[in-house]
Structure formats: structure tokens, C-alpha cells
């Protein structure tokens, strides 16, 4: 049975992922890049061959600013004009499924069904007053902090701005309480959400999540240990939690009750086509609060496996490692990218690229991966186009639960230092991104002249945009190099 957000269902009561997908991609070119847009249509293998497409729109917004916002808005009006609020019943018999189907603007207005209230949990610890990022078994502050940053940036692992965007946390540690503002985490239980480093530090933290019993036992207990405010949406029941899919009215009707300034952020992950239904859900609750709400802002991380313009000393970087590679790669890589057909091992960029285009998409992701992942940064091109606040970093791999499940990516992530790619840990990972969010919201960033810009500033990608080979040419052999360790 199928319910809330949905796909739009066909005649034969299906609901295709591929056709939305597709047309969406379609329609976000169609006035910026119309010989893209044919493409895209005429393309017979999505679930392949999605990957040339995706890099496509970031090319074709890269001729001016204009084309890159007129991409994300076009793309955005065609996500909500195609997917429905569906009500799939029981799947009876002779039931019209299209018919029972609402469009998604009528989530705009819709009123709840139920009421939530706010439980507050206070943490009886004490708030930590400067920035500590655990790393490999120890707590860095201070010059441990700063020598750190510096050796990330030599070795390509994140960008300089995203080093002096940390630095500066470091030494302004009162923003860390992001004193004023109340950030509403969608996915509290997720490994890369910024729930517990915003606790700890003693900010105000709003929890969005599924009404699952262990979720919220693992929440509370956080805010239980730290020192910030906890706020829970309970129902007259005493049930916590909501479900985003079909009930973006309800967290709605609570977010907008809720004191300081709002700060909504999408940390929301689910398999497959899921992930995009709960990203357009996010995004409808977005729009509602912005109408009651104008100063709220959004809070976004971006995944380092999708394809980004990236800055030219990110070329030279990744030129200078693919000459300066050692003898045994070079004599190695040979015979691959014959046998391969120039598939393996091939550099990153042309090297006079200015910008160059990081294509880091893995295809094991899939196309509904891409798309929820695009949306969120066309919601974040958009509303900084609009005179937003927008909070949007690209974020390390990270050896959450979620990806390592899958036994391809894990073994690549295993292999990855081989290539010049740290993949982080949770607890360093949200924690570096919590303190790039304090720090936007301290100073919010000012929009660059393009905004491929503001997409590329302090990013931290792990290195994937620094590396010598081009992500996808090297990613089955670090698989390969990584699969032991992956199984240990």
C-alpha cells in the first residue's frame, strides 16, 4: 500500500520511478540545453545510463548564473508537478489508484489530523565551550585542531575554505550554541545529522523522525547526556515522532509554533525510490514554513559522490598528482586503460579545465539517489537566489550504516586511501559539518558570482576532487584493493 508523497501511478496502477525521473532531468534542461533535454528523453537505459544526464545539468547552468538557477527552478516545478499525495487504499479490486491521488500543492494548505505537542528534554551535562573534533581515537582543539585542517588541505582532503570555515569556529566558540535559532533536524537519528555535536555544544534542537520506538530511546538518551534543548513532536497519545511521507501538515502546524529562528535541515536518507518521496517531502514542508515563516533557513549537505563544477586549484591539485604519480602506477595504469579502453585509471580533469567538472557519480547509487540529492541543491540554489539563508556543504564519505550495507561501496571505501581518499567517521564527520552550520548561521555567507561557487565553498569531499584518477575510473579497483578489509 502506498501512502503520502508518492510517484504519480499509471493506468495500470504502477508507479514509475524511472518516468518521473527522467522526465524531471528532461524538463530541468529543456530551456537552458534542449539538445540535452532530447537526449534525456531519448534515453532508453535510465537506470544506466542516468549518470551522463545528471553531469549534463551542471555543465549546461555553467554557460551563465541565470542558466544554473533557471535549471533548478525548472527542475523543482517539474518534481512538483508530477509527484502526488496518494492514498493507494487497499489496492481493492477496480480501485482507480491515479483518481485517489491529490497534487502535491495541496499539502500547502492542508490541515493536520492530528496535533503534536512539544516534549522538551534539558541534558544534565555540561555544554562544551570550544570546538573538539574526535579523530582516530582522539579529541582535537586548539593547534591539534589546527595542525589537522592544515594536513587535510595538503593532502586534498577537504578545501582550504572549508579549513579556515572550521578554524574560524574554533575561535569564536560562542557561536556553537547558535544562540537564537532553533535547527529542526529531519532524520534526528541519523549517523551524519548535526543532532549530537548541537546538543553537546548547548543549542536548541527541534527532532523530526519515524515513530520508532529504538529512534527516539537513542535521542533522548543524547540530549539526556548533553547539555542543549530537546524538543519532540508527542501526540495526545503519548506516540512520538511523525511520519514526514504523510504528515508534513502536522510537523508543519508544530515546526511553526516553535520559539527562535527557524533552521530546517534535511538529514533525511531511505532506500531507493523512498528517498526521493521523503526529499520532496522535506521540500513541501519547506515551502510551508517559508509562508508563515520567511526568515527560516535551510541546512543541506551535499553527497561527494554526485558531480560538482569544481575550482581550478582543484585541477592544478589533481593534474600535478596524475604526473607525479609513482613509477609503479604509471606502468601499472598503462595496460588497464588499454585493456579497459581507457575505462581505468584516466585523470580527473583536462588540465587547462577552469572550472573543471568532478564527476564522483557512482552508479551502484542508482538514479533515485541522484535525484534526491539534486533536489536538495536546486532548493538550495534557488532560495539563496531568492535572498535565502542556505546552509549547503559538500560532506566526506562516511562509514555510516547505511552505506556500508552495501557490499560494493563498502569495499571501495575500504580501498579508497589507495587513491588519495579518506572516507571519515561518523562522529568526525557530523561534527565538522555542525560547525560549518554554526558558522553559517553566525555569518551567512554572501552568494558568489556564479552559484557553482557557492556549491564548491567548504566543501569537504574527502578528496575525491583532488585525486589523480577520475572517481568512477579508479572506484572497482579500490574495490577490488579493498575487499578483504571490507569483509574483516
Known sequence: ???????????????????????????????VDPAGALGVEQETAWRSGYVVHFRRLVEAGLTTPE????????????????????????????????AADRPLGWLLDAAPTRVLHTEEVRGDGAAITELVVPYRG????????????????????????AAEAVADVAAHPEWLRAEGHTVVVLGAGAEMGPLAPLLRWGATVAAVDLPREAVWERVRATATRAAGRLLVPVDDAGATGADLL???????????????????????????????????????????????????????LATPTDVFAVPRAAVVASTD??????????????????????????????????????????????????????????????????GGLVSFHVAPSTRTRSVLKNRALAAAFAGAH???????????????????LVRDL???????????????????????????????????????????????
Open 1 to 31: 500500500m502506498t501512502h503520502g508523497i508518492s510517484f504519480p501511478a499509471r493506468p495500470d496502477g504502477r508507479r514509475s520511478t524511472t518516468e518521473v525521473g527522467r522526465e524531471v532531468v528532461a524538463d530541468a534542461l529543456r530551456a
Open 67 to 98: 542558466a544554473w538557477v533557471q535549471i533548478a527552478r525548472d527542475g523543482l516545478d517539474a518534481v512538483h508537478r508530477r509527484m502526488v499525495v496518494a492514498d493507494d487504499g487497499d489496492g481493492g479490486a477496480g480501485r482507480d489508484t491515479a
Open 138 to 161: 582522539r579529541d582535537l582543539r586548539g593547534d591539534a585542531l589546527r595542525d589537522q585542517l592544515a594536513d587535510w588541505v595538503v593532502r586534498g582532503v577537504m578545501e582550504p575554505s
Open 246 to 300: 504523510a504528515e508534513v501538515p502536522e510537523v508543519a502546524t508544530w515546526a511553526e509554533g516553535l520559539d527562535g529562528r527557524l533552521v530546517l535541515g534535511n538529514y533525511l536518507y531511505a532506500d531507493g525510490a523512498t528517498h526521493v518521496r521523503v526529499t520532496v517531502a522535506a521540500d513541501v514542508l519547506g515551502a510551508r514554513l517559508l509562508r508563515t515563516r520567511p526568515d527560516t533557513a535551510l541546512a543541506f
Open 321 to 386: 598528482a596524475y604526473v607525479e604519480r609513482g613509477r609503479i602506477a604509471k606502468v601499472v595504469g598503462r595496460p588497464l586503460r588499454w585493456v579497459s579502453r581507457g575505462r581505468l585509471l584516466h585523470r580527473a580533469y583536462p588540465p587547462a579545465a577552469d572550472p573543471g567538472i568532478g564527476d564522483s557519480l557512482v552508479p551502484v547509487q542508482g538514479p533515485s539517489y541522484a535525484l534526491a540529492k539534486r533536489i536538495q541543491r536546486w532548493r538550495a540554489t534557488t532560495a539563496l537566489a531568492d
Open 418 to 436: 589507495r587513491f588519495g581518499v579518506e572516507v571519515f567517521e561518523p562522529a568526525t564527520a557530523n561534527t565538522l559539518m555542525a560547525a560549518l
Open 442 to 488: 553566525a555569518r551567512p555567507p554572501t552568494p558568489r558570482a556564479h552559484p557553482w561557487q557557492d556549491e564548491a565553498a567548504a566543501a569537504v569531499h574527502g578528496g575525491l576532487w583532488r585525486a589523480a584518477y577520475e572517481p568512477r575510473s579508479a572506484l572497482g579497483l579500490a574495490a577490488v584493493l579493498g575487499y578483504g578489509s571490507a569483509r574483516g
